[in-house]
């Protein structure tokens, strides 16, 4: 697959995940079952400006470096259960995917 091709992907599925919810890195590889974590944190890295990146974070729960700030006020606004000042409560907040019915 090419790296365009990956990046839509990736991009399309984190416009899906819905406000108040998160996936890991990990987890958006895994339902795409192409790439890695690493992978799908180059493409938010480089091309995720224009989607919700707050919803994609670290397998710890932890915010984005550099960030926590801006995400904080995101999840403030949607709603996402938080673990203290800088982790989300994965139990909690962690999503699937979309169903097999509304697949990319």
Known sequence: ???DDYAELVLN???RIPAGRV???GDVAEYLEAGGP????????TRG????WWRVIRADGRMLPGHEARARA???GEGTPLR???RVDLR???WEGPLPAEEL
Request: charged residues 25%; hydrophobic residues 40%.
């Open 1 to 3: 697959m090419k790296g």
């Open 13 to 15: 599925l984190v416009e």
């Open 23 to 25: 996936m890991t890195y």
């Open 38 to 45: 690493r992978q799908v944190g180059r493409v938010m890295a």
């Open 49 to 52: 400006g224009g989607v919700p």
């Open 74 to 76: 995101a999840y403030a």
């Open 84 to 86: 203290g000042e800088d």
């Open 92 to 94: 909690r907040a962690r």
